[in-house]
């Protein structure tokens, strides 16, 4: 089920520590309209203006998956209003910089651990967008 034009449910649900913990990531149907919001609002324009594949590394994650791979209780993540996104083929501070000033997110995010780097970005359908962003947000 495609929710636009290049992204899919599957590639938001997919978690291989699901897969892999027999973990039942199945989205609600709540989950999946905000989902599409997320897709519609933030992750279609951006792969439109990018025009390259863009990585989706997590998107929902039930309560078992979240607390799994150590999210915060209270993660966007677990409404299916958060993903975790890479672009192979560009700079991602590039990517990161064209999202905070070309587009609408509720809370955007350059993550870094030890060993990687992505962009968490999250969109709430309800209109209370609160357009923060943080440029070196260390997990
Ligand atoms: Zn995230």
Partial sequence: MNLTENFTLNELVYSATAEKNKIDNRPSVQVIA??????ENV????????????????????????????GQSNSQHLMGQAADLVVPQKN???????????LN???????????????????????????????????
């Fill in 34 to 39: 905000n989902l599409k919001s997320l897709c």
């Fill in 43 to 70: 992750l279609q324009p951006l792969r439109n203006a990018l025009g390259c594949p863009i990585v989706i590394t997590s998107g929902f994650r039930c309560a078992v998956l979240n607390k799994k791979v150590g």
């Fill in 92 to 102: 991602l501070k590039d990517v990161f910089n064209y999202i905070k000033s070309h």
């Fill in 105 to 139: 997110y509720d809370q955007l995010l350059y993550e870094y651990s030890k060993t990687d780097k992505w962009i968490h970005v999250s969109f709430r359908n309800d209109g209370h967008n609160r357009k923060q962003a943080i440029d070196n947000y260390k997990v």
